[in-house]
């Protein structure tokens, strides 16, 4: 994990002492009145998004985004957001495994506009705080019930995949062709996005 710069906390959540823990710097948000939400733990009950309360997490790597994974489910966790722990790991081995295996052809539909994704969007999936609410499309939503622990290890299984894959990737579906190392960043940043809906910790009564 990636220690962020105080500079651009401080303009996030004002001055003070930010923890350090396992070479991440995770910062909550302080919770609204207006929007109290439930806590949840191992994906047993819904949950009502709180979206002022997420961590700011970034990862070197995908073998980083692992351990966050296994850590959480080794402490329990509180959900900040839809997904249960399961749910993010099924989405996310599910984005992960066109970049070897190959995207349906109907995702090309829109090629000619990767140049503009390229340079618009892409800077800002690659930050720390990258969008919320960006519609998923339906190949890659999780099913409902899924087993945490069998989850983790299958995005454990799906990492490894990919960084043994010995020839290039497939075009991204809205980047296009981009480099190796480019294409692995792009899926760490992703499952920061995502695992940072879960606050590490058992459940709050």
Request: aromatic fraction near 8%; charged fraction near 25%.
């Amino acid at each position: 994990m990636t220690l962020l710069n105080r500079s651009d906390l401080r303009q996030k959540v004002g001055p003070r002492s930010f923890p350090r823990s396992g070479g991440n710097i995770c910062v909550k948000m302080a919770p609204s009145s207006k929007s109290p939400g439930r806590d949840v733990s191992r994906g047993q009950s819904p949950y009502t998004t709180v979206m002022n309360e997420l961590r700011t997490l970034q990862f070197d790597d995908l073998d980083a985004a692992v351990r966050e994974a296994r850590a959480l489910h080794a402490s329990g966790y509180t959900r900040q957001g839809r997904w249960s722990l399961g749910q993010i790991c099924r989405h996310l081995v599910l984005v992960q495994q066109p970049s070897v295996d190959g995207y349906p052809a109907w995702m090309s539909m829109f090629a000619f506009l990767r140049p503009i994704m390229r340079r618009w969007l892409l800077p800002k999936v690659l930050r720390p705080d990258s969008p919320r609410g960006i519609r998923t499309a339906s190949m890659f939503q999780p099913p409902d019930e899924l087993n945490d622990a069998a989850e983790v290890d299958a995005f454990a299984d799906s990492v490894e995949k990919l960084k043994s894959h010995p020839g290039r990737f497939y075009p991204h579906s809205a980047f296009g062709r981009l480099p190796r190392e480019q294409i692995l960043r792009i899926h760490a940043a992703h499952a920061a996005h995502h695992l940072r809906f879960l606050q590490s910790g058992p459940p709050r009564d």
